[in-house]
């Protein structure tokens, strides 16, 4: 059943977010703001929409401008997949965009992590922008100037 989340939810849904964080991490040059995400999702709470599949899946998801809503996250237990929860958070989660007047959801993806990323695209998500690093050693090296005559 999907609901809500409440006051009284807050820490099943930062065990949820600090599993998610878990099992995908970011790259490792990225500053670990786990606090400050921890922090923010006690104020998402009254503010945002922040959705609970039982004790078994979150998502998290906010207006960001007048047409554009965005999914932070969408997570559910390993032992729990399976069962349509992702969707159904989802489902609900743009539902409640929409009626608050967002056409289009936009959610980011880690590159490495291919099961999502195949799920979402089958979903109807399509790339929009794509954020590329460099080791800046290497990059130095490669565009140092040329010696030569």
Do not use: C
């Not at 599949?53 to 237990?77: H, I, K, N, S, T």
């Amino acid at each position: 059943m999907i609901r809500p989340a409440t006051a009284d939810d807050l820490s099943l849904v930062r065990e949820l977010w600090t599993a998610f964080n878990a099992e995908i991490p970011d790259e490792p040059w990225r500053e670990d703001d786990l606090a400050d995400d921890l922090a923010w999702l006690e104020q998402a709470i009254g503010d945002d929409i922040v959705l609970l599949a039982d004790e078994d899946g979150l998502a998290v998801a906010r207006r960001r401008g007048e047409q554009l809503g965005f999914l932070e996250v969408v997570y559910v237990r390993p032992d729990a997949r399976g069962k349509r929860l992702a969707s159904e958070l989802v489902h609900e989660a743009a539902s409640r965009l929409r009626e608050a007047g967002a056409e289009v959801l936009e959610l980011e993806v880690l590159a490495s992590n291919t099961e999502a990323r195949a799920i979402y695209e089958r979903w109807g998500f399509k790339p929009v922008e794509l954020t590329l690093a460099a080791p800046l050693a290497q990059l130095e090296q490669r565009l140092a100037p040329s010696e030569g005559p």
